[in-house]
């Protein structure tokens, strides 16, 4: 190697030390913003769901950046995959609850970004700006019967969250008899898909623990960004869904 090119190569590595990785994740989560913008979404029968609130309303506690590349990049982009995938099959006539109940039998293109779309259509329902505080309604007594108190089912819900291994997802779900209990999933999978070695339920409220759902506010400190969670959950949300499970 050339005594210029050692030297240039060591500057480099010099520099990339100095860039701390929420910088360059910021950096990334830029450029994948305004690829995502640039694209529209592929023509099909499923669309993004608009934002229910500003991106910056649920500061301090989900910075407005995070809000931004979540919803007009990542969910575009599952939205504009499945529409991709299914588009001249069968599928494309199917319902979004109908691809996830079948998901054992779908290709994983369409499995995957199902989920995504399904899974942050409700996850940005359970958020608010007035979030927060303790559960209501019946759900608020199906918790505490369920799990002691309160408190105990936000422990177990923080593990959960917190022991999935890579990205996934946590889940507070009903089963068919209306009993609540806690799970955790790869991926964009979910309750509602039969997938072997899924717990399977309705989904009432849903916390995402993919890095690109904190990274930039919390870095790898995921246990902080759950804890910040049940400042913006959505609870009235949380029980209508409740409320409908056990309606049938």
Not at 26 to 49: N, S, V, W
Not at 157 to 163: C, D, L, P, R, V
Not at 214 to 225: D, S
Request: charged share 20%; proline share 5%.
């Amino acid at each position: 190697m050339l005594k210029r090119d050692f030297l240039k190569n060591g500057l480099m590595t010099m520099v990339g030390a100095l860039v701390s990785p929420a910088l360059l994740a910021r950096a990334h989560d830029e450029k994948l913003l305004r690829e995502a913008r640039a694209t529209p979404i592929a023509d099909g029968p499923f669309t993004l769901p608009a934002l229910p609130y500003a991106f910056n309303a649920l500061e301090p506690h989900i910075d407005a950046r995070t809000m931004e590349v979540h919803h007009d990049a990542h969910h575009k982009t599952y939205v504009s995959k499945l529409n991709e995938a299914v588009a001249g099959k069968p599928q494309e006539k199917m319902s979004l609850a109908d691809l996830l109940a079948s998901a054992s039998k779908q290709t994983d293109a369409v499995r995957n970004n199902a989920g995504g779309h399904f899974n942050h259509s409700m996850f940005w329902q359970l958020l608010s700006a007035k979030g927060g505080g303790q559960p209501t309604g019946t759900l608020a007594t199906a918790i505490t019967s369920t799990f002691g108190s309160f408190d105990k089912f936000k422990e177990q819900f923080a593990t959960a969250a917190t022991s999935r291994f890579g990205s996934g997802w946590a889940w507070l779900s009903a089963d068919n008899t209306g009993k609540l209990f806690i799970s955790s999933t790869p991926n964009q999978d979910n309750p509602l898909m039969d997938i072997a070695g899924i717990q399977h339920g309705t989904p009432v409220l849903g916390l995402d623990v993919w890095e690109h759902a904190y990274y930039l506010k919390y870095q790898n400190k995921r246990p902080e960004y759950v804890a910040a969670f049940w400042n913006v959950v959505n609870w009235p949300e949380a029980n209508r869904r409740f409320e409908a499970v056990k309606k049938g």
